[in-house]
Every structure is written in structure tokens, then in C-alpha cells.
């Protein structure tokens, strides 16, 4: 079993930024991929950005290309998100996720979820 705890979110003004951390442990060994989803009220979940453990293979969003940065320190099993300029509609709790195929991360059935940490961004 793999346990992954978040933390960083918190409430921005509009432009500003923050940073999300995610520490998995357990069987981690196994896990080929690490990264992060979002899902606000109403809407369906967004696969945000989602990195190779291994290294190498990065995928974001379209909607955050260029304003958020995804990196890892493999030593300490922990993945990153780099937020800048900040959009209201940014807005969401953020899962951090991993999993051990890619399949499962595009599909968005990753084998382990985090508990979520929010995100709120304001005008």
C-alpha cells in the first residue's frame, strides 16, 4: 500500500502563487508515475500535470502550460507543483496521485489518491 499526504494549498490573490508538495511512502518501489489532478465543484476531474518517476516524461495541461512546473526529488518520493500566476479559475482541490502503469494516469485511475489539499484563488 502506498500513502501520499499533500500540502501547500492555500487562498491567493489573483497572479499570485504557491507551491504543492506530495510525500508518498510505503511499496512506492513500484510506482511509475506520480503527479496531480484537480476538481472543483460541479466540473470533471483535470489531469493537471503528471511526471515519470523514472524521469523524463512530463505531461501538463493545456490550461496550465507555461504557468505551473512539476518536478520530483526521487531521494525523498516527492513530487511538486509549481503554481505562478494564478487564475480564479484555478480554483480546486488538488489530488495528488500515483500509479503504476501509465494507463492508469491517462485514464485518470491512478492506484493511489491523496487526501486533497485547496486551492482558492481570487480577483
Known amino acids: 500500500q502506498v500513502r501520499l499526504v499533500e500540502s501547500g494549498g492555500g487562498s491567493v490573490q489573483t497572479g499570485g502563487s504557491l507551491r504543492l508538495s506530495c510525500a508518498a511512502s510505503?511499496?512506492?518501489?513500484?510506482?511509475?508515475?506520480m503527479g496531480w489532478f484537480r476538481q472543483n465543484t460541479g466540473k470533471e476531474r483535470e489531469r493537471v500535470a503528471t511526471i515519470a518517476t523514472g524521469g523524463g516524461s512530463i505531461y501538463y495541461a493545456d490550461s496550465v502550460m507555461g504557468r505551473f512546473t512539476i518536478s520530483q526529488d526521487v531521494a525523498l518520493n516527492t513530487v511538486y507543483l509549481r503554481m505562478n500566476s494564478l487564475k480564479p479559475e484555478d480554483t480546486a482541490m488538488y489530488y495528488c496521485?500515483?500509479?503504476?502503469?501509465?494507463?492508469?494516469?491517462?485514464?485518470?485511475?491512478?492506484?493511489?489518491w491523496g487526501q486533497g489539499t485547496q486551492v482558492t484563488v481570487s480577483s
Open positions: 496521485a500515483a500509479g503504476s502503469s501509465p494507463f492508469k494516469m491517462l485514464t485518470g485511475r491512478p492506484d493511489y
Open positions: 510505503g511499496s512506492t518501489h513500484g510506482l511509475e508515475s
